[in-house]
Structure formats: structure tokens, C-alpha cells
């Protein structure tokens, strides 16, 4: 059945929340990883490169936004450090020393593991009938695949 934020269980909003909360952790992290890459990105395809890297961390900047806010409408807490979020994210940091091919198929990677850990947590959503959560996982986890599709066609 589906519900909105005030019906659902203690339970239903913890999980919900749980997957949210790696969710912004997996966005926040890549959003760094993607300004590191703008920065210093080099060689003969620096200009796109360094263009596509910026509509990435712009895009990922609001979208982390939205998600730790609903999960604040759910009246859950979002964690809000960047220590919990390097815990929690299955993307990580990196130094920025890398060719503009190895930065390209680390991007690929994190945006495929940031589709794949929003769908679980619409998954989740579904779950407990939170098509509301859920729809927002979907359109994230749609906009991270695109940004992945992007970044396979220059390794082609
Ligand atoms: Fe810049």
C-alpha cells in the first residue's frame, strides 16, 4: 500500500532513512571526486573533460541536498559529516595523480555504484510503499547511469 512520510512505521522510516543516508554519502563523495578531477585533470581532451567534471559535481552538489532533506522529511537524521560519510560510502577518495583515462573509468565506476546503491534504496522504499522516496531514488539513480554512459563513450 502505498504511504506517505507521516503513515509509515518507526521501522519502515529507519530503513528507508538508512539507505538514504549512505546514498548522500556516495553522492557527497563522488561530488569531491568529481571537483578533484576538474582540478586536475590534464591532456589533450582537458577542456571537455574538465567541463563534463564540473556539470557532474554541480549536479551531484543539489542532488545530495535533496536527498538528505527527505530524509529530514521522513523525520529522520541526516548525517551530516564527512568523516561518517567516507565510512559509509563504497566510493572512494582519491589522490587526483592519475591519466585522464584512469580518472574517466574511476567516474564511470562511481556513478555505476551510485546508480546501483540508489536503486537498492528505492528498493527499499518500495519495500515499506514509500513511492515518494522512492521516485526520488529513481530519477537520481536514472541521471548517475546517464552520467556513466557519458563517461564509457570516451573510453570507446
Ligand atoms: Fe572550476
Not at 510503499?129 to 552520467?147: S, V
Amino acid at each position: 500500500m502505498t504511504q506517505t512520510a507521516v503513515a509509515l512505521s518507526t521501522d519502515a522510516r529507519a530503513a528507508i532513512a538508512e539507505a538514504l543516508n549512505q546514498s548522500v554519502a556516495e553522492t557527497a563523495v563522488t561530488t569531491m571526486l568529481a571537483q578533484n578531477f576538474h582540478w586536475n585533470v590534464k591532456g589533450m581532451a582537458f577542456g571537455p573533460l574538465h567541463d563534463l567534471f564540473q556539470k557532474m559535481y554541480e549536479d551531484h552538489f543539489v542532488a545530495q541536498d535533496d536527498l538528505a532533506e527527505r530524509i529530514r522529511a521522513l523525520d529522520e537524521h541526516a548525517e551530516g559529516t564527512l568523516s561518517g560519510m567516507l565510512a559509509r560510502s563504497k566510493v572512494k577518495e582519491h589522490d587526483g595523480h592519475a591519466s585522464d583515462k584512469e580518472m574517466i573509468k574511476m567516474m564511470q565506476d562511481a556513478q555505476e555504484t551510485l546508480a546501483a546503491t540508489l536503486a537498492g534504496a528505492g528498493q527499499v522504499a518500495a519495500e515499506a510503499g514509500d513511492t515518494l522516496t522512492e521516485d526520488l531514488c529513481i530519477a537520481r539513480g536514472q541521471e548517475h547511469e546517464k552520467f556513466a554512459w557519458f563517461l564509457r563513450a570516451h573510453l570507446a
